[in-house]
């Protein structure tokens, strides 16, 4: 059964703009990166890698509106859940300290629960998704400083 889970995440990067995706079937971590359009390979498990906030330009504005702090993406198109379950408490909230590797929320894609953690330590600032809304690739979820 892990076996066709492994085909669907092999399937979904290969027919999306997805580079890399990290799953858990029974106990077994695995991770499917994209290699290139020819095809996907799996590898060990690693350290998630997640962007860093960059400057943006205001659109009536030459000065550049600088984003302090860490933004926290999604790896993956799907929809966003801040908790574990529908009457479980959030992971975290506005305020908490968190430590690099902390999960953050979980974003479910082809009914997968991806758990995303935290690529850094500090206190989360904001929670930029609501709760069941759909994500995107690359979206900001939450900025940590």
Known sequence: ???????????????????????????????????STAGAIMGTPGEQVVS?????????????????????KSPMPGTFYMSPAPDATPYVKIGDRVKKGDSLCIVEAMKIMNEIESGVSGVVKEVLVENGKAVEFNQPLFRIE
Do not use: C
């Open 52 to 72: 860093s906030a960059a400057p943006e330009m205001q659109p009536d504005s030459e000065q550049p509106i600088i984003i302090s702090g860490h933004e926290v």
């Open 1 to 35: 059964m892990w076996k066709n889970k492994l085909k669907e995440l092999i399937y979904l990067i290969e027919n999306s703009d997805v580079n890399e995706i990290e799953a858990t079937f029974w106990g077994r971590k695995y991770r499917v990166v994209k290699k």
